[in-house]
């Protein structure tokens, strides 16, 4: 088996304790429900002493509704996102597409908002790793991918999180330096080794949703080999809004390429107009151009890139049939 | 650290040292000796660990134990009522819905929380439900029927014997219920890492991180100076060679002075766990010369490419990579060819996959005090295992025994030794303690054994009826590193072809390569899966050439009763014109091919597969199969048996069998398998063998038995013995119905009158093949044939192709259990499926393993498969036990070729590579655009 090297666990109560236990202990991590950071564990790519379970918090999940705003704590599962009606139906999708459905019940949105960035040459065993001579994101000096020396490309794979950006949510969060809040629009920076701009020692409390506007319409498409378990060679998060078949807003995020999921340009060129067959298949093409997949995920880049070209003309036609 | 806690598991409070380190799958296994729980991935890939937390299905490989306390832990073990199985549990017995069982834990942990929430599950719901458990046996489709059948308030327990026998029979046909189901479905059954024993230590193997390197040297000091390491061990401590095929030993237990694939076994030690032995091997130090990786089977085979072996097992010098070379020609290609009325050439590529069984390969020596070896091991055949274990570690066979515990899948994958079975012997004889060997999944993917890449230059012809006039095929086949069954593969895949679809001529040379990958071997349908994939839908082109039906085309070429192929292979029945028949109403063929929307479409293939090799591995001519059987007064029959039950359910068969020859319940037989101290020996499972061989041993065991049952009735009745029936209980009057028997007072009767009850049975091979040198490879006493249609869609903006339906109907000569038979069918084609869809062994250009795993390593999940549609063709073949020949394999065949040939029906592409990724069926629609 893929025995884990010894760490202690605790087992906080409240997000205060969860923090101080945090900033106290050297080589401490925390877990949620474990399905990102134990498999990385187990294939050797962290190793902490400590290990700040989330999972006895009290309060640190469920999704609530306050003039329109929507807060969804960092520790709400995905199972329960995907089959809440608060949230946007895009991001209960999204939600639902991500690995299967034990995965679902364990993993939590901030888990998932966290996620680490993923990569082929990385999300290895040590023994594989050390086959390859490792990379530069993990002991190793070079990356596979692109051939630098610098930087790290691993992509970032979080199924919620190109909806969130669409939806202009924000993170609730306790640092050590205190409460704050970031919009997820700035959380994640273009760097695969260190993809999260928080200090490390920052705890995720909640994922917030502006009201949403009159007429929204949201979804998310993900491309991946199986129906299930698969995490997105390619996914796009779309939301807007669209008022008597006429556009009043419209944002959309792609991800499963950089480090850094990618906010679409250009798409309001489609406010005020319907989203007729000539304005999909010019925000289409302006995703394609956008876009650049790489080697980091399994998948013919080319294709993948062809594929955004197609999500995303999908993806506005489901918008589409939502608003009628 | 470890901490005294308290954990809810099924619904008792358990006071645990739990390890915080470790999972709760782990705690579950080891610690709170729950083994039901079962571990495939151990990384959150496979599903095999669900258990239920607070009610909710969750994999326990990636939940902290500690993360459990103070919820509710509920397992496998903690489902039924009482000593009474759920509902859930009953249902998968029922239907049949599990094979080895080794996914079945977490996948009624899942279909029961599924339940609890929803009491009329429709399909796409229960395969939603099921999508993040993976099961390789079965198909999924007998899966959803448990499900189904279960919410519909499966309340009874279920007659053991259900569904109604074949005429003329009382058991043979029915829907007896397996006999190792209820124990997998409820978690009791015992697979080799389930199997603890006092003072066992754990080993691991250290594996090469370079595809080819010569061995400097091996520095094992710092680990044998660590704390709770108990022995070590190199390759050279165990010089002899040895391979599956005995002409071809070129394997050692480990590496001594090179190694040739990144995962090939360097040095092993046991410690006292598994985390310390882990900490061992990388203290090892080894000294490698790299040499260049040799990759491409083609580049392997020009001269001067590095060689992957120098020497071949008898110390003599190796010139080439090539390790088996085979050409033979039959009848008048040449002129055949110039007269083709329509003719097909060109390359095709068959890519490698691997078997993927759920259960990693497991092993446990242990030395007795009386100096003898028990070696527990996943494997699927214990005879050769012993053979081997006897011969590498010098010590006869009388002095090891093995044994195989209920295994969790195999597909071909466990059927040599490797190299955990030899290091568990040693390890176990140093430290004077039991040895045990996990394999992590990674290790799994490095043994492979699985099918083997292919690429052919193939041409086929045809005479303006449609008549295949002949076929000529250049193979290169991808050996990897050993030759593992690489002899018989080579051959196989030209041998098995020719039929049955009627060749009028043939040649073909097959060439296998040795390069620095880990080596192929036999997956399901061994050798002659790939070639057909070219046949197959080549003959859908000819048929387009020659405006034909591609069913019709295959009719005109289809093999009738007593024919033989042009290899010279008989089949004394071959049901091909029936299958085609069958699928072509099943699928609504006529309807459908060429005549459904754009981007849908029906395709069909074809296939004929060995129900055993009459030849053995190892010369000699003992019988191939035997059973022993015997019973006692208590009314029981006990089967002794050397065959190996992988899930399949050859022990179910063989109690099969022995019940409709005694009329002794099969509640009341006993089967005891594969242990060589117990039992006579069996070759084991491999080439489809089982039911017709050990099928045929079982029948001539009960028969005898059964002859002095009856004597001794009609003795007692004072009546002739054509007067005495036999059914299922009891013995009866023919000419007086009513006057019975009870058949334990009837046991009684026999052994007062003609002594102790035991007989035994054999099976010989019969001397059968082709005259010429090669000609008894692939000859066999029966043939199975096998017919698919396929129908897909083809997304044609993204290339994605989606699977509607497989209509199978399968030739096994006679449905001994039309359940298990059914999974057969259902699992075969759902392997081809998968294979032809998404799988694929790929590799970096050093030689690394793109992805050894079951995530980077896709098999398709419940939400891929559809319902799959198998039937059953009967044509009571006079080689096999009431006329049955093989199902577990030929059904694989046509599933490829099917969906390619589907491709072409959707979307108008010929693909001659494979997978049918997304990329490449997109790729191919381009170029038809372009071209136009
Ligand atoms: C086989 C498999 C398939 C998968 N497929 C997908 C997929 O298709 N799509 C997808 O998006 N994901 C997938 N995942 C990954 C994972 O299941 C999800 O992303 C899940 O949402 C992670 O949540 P978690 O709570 O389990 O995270 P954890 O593993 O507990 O944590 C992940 C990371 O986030 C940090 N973290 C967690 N919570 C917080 C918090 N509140 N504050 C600060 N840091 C925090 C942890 O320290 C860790 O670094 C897959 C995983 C597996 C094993
Ligand atoms: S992108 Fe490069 S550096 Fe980053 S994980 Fe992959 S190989 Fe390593
Ligand atoms: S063992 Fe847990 S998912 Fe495979
Ligand atoms: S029965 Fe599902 S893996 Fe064997």
Not at chain 2, 476 to 505: E, K
Not at chain 2, 622 to 633: A, F, I, T
Request: glycine share 10%; hydrophobic share 40%; with cysteine.
């Amino acid at each position: 088996m893929l025995r884990m090297q010894p760490f202690e666990v605790h087992l906080p109560e409240t997000v205060a304790e969860a923090c101080k236990l945090r900033s106290e202990l050297a080589d401490s991590l925390f877990v949620a429900g474990g399905t990102d950071l134990l498999p990385n564990i187990k294939h050797g790519l962290f190793t902490p002493k400590h290990l700040i379970s989330l999972s006895h918090i009290d309060g640190f999940d469920g999704i609530s509704v306050v003039d329109g705003a929507i807060r969804i704590g960092a520790g709400t599962s995905l199972d329960v996102v995907a089959n809440s009606t608060d949230v946007p139906p895009g991001l209960a999708k999204a939600a639902s597409l991500v690995a299967g459905p034990q995965h679902r019940k364990m993993g939590t949105l901030g888990g998932n908002v966290m996620l680490d960035t993923r990569c082929l040459f990385y999300n290895q065993s040590t023994q594989w790793r050390e086959a390859l001579g490792y990379c530069l994101k993990a002991e190793g000096t070079f990356c596979h991918v692109i051939g630098s020396d610098k930087r790290c490309v691993a992509a970032h794979s979080a199924d919620t999180v190109p909806v969130l950006l669409a939806l202009d949510a924000a993170v609730e969060f306790v640092g050590p330096e205190g409460e704050g809040a970031v919009n997820m629009r700035q959380l994640y920076r273009q760097e695969g080794r260190d993809p999260v701009q928080l200090d490390d020692r920052t705890l995720l409390t909640a994922i917030v949703l502006p009201p949403l506007p009159a007429g929204h319409v949201s979804t998310y498409r993900k491309v991946r080999t199986r129906a299930a378990i698969d995490f997105p060679q390619l996914g796009i998060g779309l939301a807007g809004a669209i008022v008597d078949g006429v556009v009043t807003e419209l944002s959309a995020v792609a991800s499963a390429l950089m480090p850094q999921p990618k906010v679409l340009k250009g798409m309001d060129a489609a406010v005020g107009k319907p989203l007729d067959e000539a304005m999909i298949e010019h925000l289409a093409e302006r995703c394609f151009k956008q876009v650049r997949p790489q080697r980091s995920l399994h998948g013919d880049p080319a294709w993948r890139r062809h594929m955004a070209r197609v999500e995303m003309r999908r993806g506005l036609e489901e918008l589409v049939e939502a608003s009628q | 650290m470890k901490e005294l806690r308290t954990l809810s598991i099924n619904g008792e409070d358990r006071e645990l040292a739990i390890p915080h380190h470790w999972t709760l799958l782990e705690v579950l296994r080891y610690e709170a000796q729950l083994t039901g729980s079962k571990q495939g991935c151990d990384k959150g890939d496979c599903g095999a660990c669900t258990v239920l937390l607070d009610g909710e299905p969750v994999l326990s490989c990636c939940t902290l134990a500690m993360q459990a306390v103070g919820r509710e832990v509920r397992t496998i073990e903690g489902i039924a009522n009482g000593v009474t199985p759920a509902a859930i549990q009953q249902a998968f017995d029922v239907t049949g819905a599990l094979q080895c069982g080794f996914c079945q834990p977490g996948m009624i942990m899942s279909a029961a929380a599924l339940l609890e929430k929803n009491d009329d599950p429709s399909i796409p719901e229960i395969q939603e439900a099921l999508s993040g458990n993976l099961c390789r046996c079965t198909g999924y489709t007998k899966i959803y029927e448990a499900v189904q059948l279960a919410a519909k308030g499966l309340k009874q327990p279920v007659e053991r014997v259900t569904g109604t026998p074949t005429e003329g029979f009382t058991v043979i046909g029915s829907r007896a219920r397996k006999l190792d189901a209820i124990g997998k479905a409820t978690g009791a059954t015992q697979y080799a890492d389930d199997i603890q024993l006092p003072g066992m230590l754990h080993g691991k193997i250290l594996r090469s991180p370079h595809a080819h390197a010569r061995i400097r040297s091996i520095d094992t000091s710092a680990a044998e100076a660590m704390k709770g390491v108990k022995a070590v061990m190199v390759g050279a401590e165990l010089p002899t060679s040895f391979g599956v095929i005995p002409w071809t030993p070129d394997e050692h237990a480990l590496c001594i002075d090179k190694v040739r694939y990144i995962g090939d076994g360097v040095a092993a030690v046991a410690a006292v766990d598994e985390e310390t032995a882990n900490r061992a091997i990388a203290a090892i130090e080894v000294d490698y010369e790299l040499l260049e990786p040799v990759l491409d089977p083609r580049a392997a085979l020009e001269e001067g490419a590095p060689l992957v072996h120098d020497e071949d097992w008898k110390g003599r010098p190796r010139k080439t990579n090539l390790c088996k070379k085979v050409e033979l020609s039959f009848g008048e290609v040449d002129a055949a060819l110039e007269s083709a009325a329509a003719k097909v050439s060109g390359t095709w590529r068959y890519s490698g996959s691997t078997h993927a069984p759920i259960e990693p390969h497991c092993a446990i020596g242990r030395w007795e005090p009386d100096g003898r070896l028990t070696v527990w091991s996943a494997t699927q055949v214990s005879h050769y295992l012993h053979r081997e274990l006897a011969k590498v570690l010098d010590v006869p066979e009388t002095k090891i025994r093995v044994i195989q515990p209920a295994l969790g899948g195999a597909f071909g994958g466990k059927s040599e030794p490797f190299d955990l079975e030899f290091c568990v012997a040693v390890l176990a004889k140093k430290a004077g303690r039991p040895v045990k060997i996990l394999y992590t999944r990674e290790e799994v993917f490095y043994a492979h054994r699985g099918r083997h890449p292919m690429e052919f230059d193939f041409t086929i012809a045809a005479d303006a009826e449609g008549n295949i006039t002949a076929v000529e095929n250049d193979i290169v086949l991808d050996g990897g590193s050993y030759h593992s069954f690489g002899l018989v593969t080579t051959y196989y895949a030209g041998q098995l072809l020719p039929g049955p679809i009627r060749f009028g001529s043939y040649r073909y040379r097959s060439r296998r390569a040795y390069t620095t990958k880990p080596a192929c071997g036999p997956k399901r349908g061994h050798g002659s899966v790939q070639p057909r994939f070219p046949l197959e839908t080549a003959i859908d082109e000819l048929a387009e050439q020659l405006g034909m039906d591609p069913i019709a085309i295959r009719r005109v070429n289809g093999m009738v009763d007593g024919e033989e192929t042009i290899t010279g292979m008989k089949a004394e029945t071959c049901g091909i014109l029936q299958c085609l028949d069958s699928v072509e109403a099943a699928s609504g063929w006529l309807e459908k091919h060429g005549k459904l929307p754009d981007g849908r479409g029906v395709g069909v293939a074809t296939s004929m597969y060995i129900s055993g090799t009459n030849y053995p591995i190892y010369p000699n001519k003992m019988p191939q199969s035997s059973v022993v059987l015997r019973g006692d007064r208590s009314g029981t029959l006990t089967i002794f048996a050397g065959t190996n039950d992988i899930g399949q359910g050859s022990d179910s068969m063989l109690a099969i069998v022995v019940a409709e020859e005694t009329g002794v319940p099969m509640d009341d037989i006993i089967v005891v398998s594969a242990d060589t101290d117990l039992t006579p020996v069996d070759l084991g499972a491999y080439s489809s063998r089982i039911t017709l061989m050990a099928g045929t041993a079982a029948k001539e065991a009960g028969g005898k038995l059964r002859k002095r049952m009856v004597e001794a009735v009609a003795a007692q009745w004072e009546v002739p013995t054509e007067q005495v029936g036999v059914r299922p209980g009891e013995y009866y009057d023919t000419d007086e119905p009513e006057k019975v028997l009870p058949v334990r007072e009837v046991l009684w009767l026999t052994e007062s009158a003609s002594g102790t009850l035991a007989e035994h049975g054999g099976y010989w091979t019969k001397d059968r093949g082709g005259d010429y040198r090669g000609g008894t490879i692939g000859a066999s006493p029966a043939y199975s044939a096998t017919a698919h249609v396929a129908e897909v869609s083809v997304d044609e903006n993204t290339g994605k192709v989606t699977l509607h339906n497989i209509w199978a109907a399968h030739d096994c000569g006679r449905a001994l259990n039309r359940t298990l038979v059914e999974g057969q069918i259902e699992g075969s084609v759902y392997m081809g499926a998968s294979e032809a869809l998404t799988e694929d062994m790929t590799y970096r250009d050093d030689g690394l393993h793109f992805g050894p795993n079951l995530l980077d390593y896709r098999i398709l999940t419940s939400l891929d498969t559809p319902l799959l549609e198998a039937d059953i063709v009967e044509t009571v073949d006079p080689a096999g036990p009431y006329g049955a020949k093989e199902a577990g394999e030929g059904p694989l065949h046509p599933a490829i070729p099917a969906i390619a040939n589907a491709i072409f029906d959707a979307v108008g592409v010929r693909l001659r590579e494979m997978p049918f990724t997304p990329e490449r069926v997109l790729a191919a629609i381009q170029a038809k655009h372009a071209a136009e």
